[in-house]
């Protein structure tokens, strides 16, 4: 299969394995555009730098656009009795309700649910979860990726590497700001 010839089809599918990567967006409940704000965005790093730390995945793409996050990366090994993206929903959803609560407060309604395990609810349920089985498959996402901010109904940067919270200028300088960057080619 040609990598133009890939388009996702179906239903979302959230399931993934370990051992295997993933391209993989979690959005904002109601797709709203609560990743403008840098802190959240700097919490989101946090996460992923745990987890890597931790030997817990591996990050081979990433980019925080103002309503959700795609990630190209590799689940390791089980947090304790936890997925890592169990583990970074939790955690990174706890950290934006606790920065709101001090900062955003008037913006918490927005997020409040009618759920027996919780007052509110930051990420939408059901990320997208794909396989990436191939390393034409993996370039076609991590191109889709770092232009992401480009795109007109964003207009994030002028160019992938210009925007900081994408892999691209790691794949353009070899620099990882965040240090949570492993080159996809280390994978396939």
């Known amino acids: 299969m040609a990598t ?5 089809k179906g239903h979302r599918n959230s399931y ?22 840098e802190r959240h965005k700097m919490i989101i790093i946090d996460s992923l730098q745990w987890l890597c730390r931790q ?22 090994k089980m947090n304790g009795k936890e997925f890592p993206k169990n583990s970074f929903e939790k955690f ?10 001090l900062h955003h ?26 396989l990436m089985y191939s390393r034409e498959i993996a370039l076609q996402k991590l191109n889709y990726i770092h ?3 480009l795109q007109t109904h964003w207009t994030l940067s ?12 790691f794949y353009e300088t070899g620099n990882d700001e965040f ?10």
């Open 92 to 101: 990174t959803a706890k950290c934006i309700l606790r920065n709101m609560q």
């Open 179 to 188: 240090g949570i960057l492993t080159h996809y080619m280390g994978f396939f």
């Open 158 to 169: 002028d160019t992938p590497a210009a925007y900081r919270f994408s892999s691209a200028n």
């Open 4 to 8: 133009r010839d890939f388009n996702y």
């Open 16 to 37: 993934t394995e370990l051992n295997q990567p993933y391209f993989w967006t979690i959005t904002v409940n109601d797709w709203r555009h609560l990743l403008e704000i």
């Open 55 to 76: 030997h817990l995945i591996k990050v081979y793409g990433f980019v925080i656009m103002p309503n959700h996050i795609h990630l190209l990366w590799n689940q390791l």
């Open 147 to 149: 232009n992401n901010p």
């Open 105 to 130: 407060r008037a913006n918490l309604r927005k997020y409040i649910v009618s759920a027996c395990d919780r007052h509110y609810n930051i990420w939408q349920r059901d990320p997208l979860a794909v």
